[in-house]
Nanobody, 128 residues
Framework: QVQLVESGGGSVQAGGSLRLSCAAS????????MGWFRQAPGKEREGVAH????????YTADSVKGRFTISRDNVKNTVYLQMTSLRPEDTAMYYC?????????????????????WGQGTQVTVAS
């Protein structure tokens, strides 16, 4: 059973930065897609970013592109989300997630629908 523990959330002013971390307790970390999702009150959960097993392939949602960067450290079993130029609309609970890669068009890829293991979440609040 994979356990994911997020940290790094908090309250910042608009324009500020935060780095979220997610530590995974599994020896299979290297073989899993890792992602970050967020959910604001009254809104649906949104996929923010994900990263492939070898860190070569990343996806970033249009709403955060150019401001958020996902990365992973396969030695520390940790995935990060560097968030810059934060906006009030980034306020949400942020969740780390893990899932198996899938073969898409002959290549390994991560799919948002395949993330099935979740952390407890860390709150990010951006004040205007």
């Amino acid at each position: 059973q994979v356990q994911l523990v997020e940290s790094g959330g908090g309250s910042v002013q608009a324009g500020g930065s935060l780095r979220l971390s997610c530590a995974a307790s599994t020896y299979t970390f290297n073989s899993r897609c890792m992602g970050w999702f967020r959910q604001a009150p009254g809104k649906e959960r949104e996929g923010v970013a994900h990263i492939g097993t070898a860190s070569g392939t990343t996806y970033t949602a249009d709403s955060v592109k150019g401001r958020f960067t996902i990365s992973r450290d396969n030695v520390k079993n940790t995935v990060y989300l560097q968030m810059t130029s934060l906006r009030p609309e980034d306020t949400a609970m942020y969740y780390c997630a893990a899932g198996p890669p899938a073969v898409v068009a002959g290549k390994w890829a991560c799919k948002l629908a395949d993330f099935r293991t979740w952390g407890q979440g860390t709150q990010v609040t951006v004040a205007s």
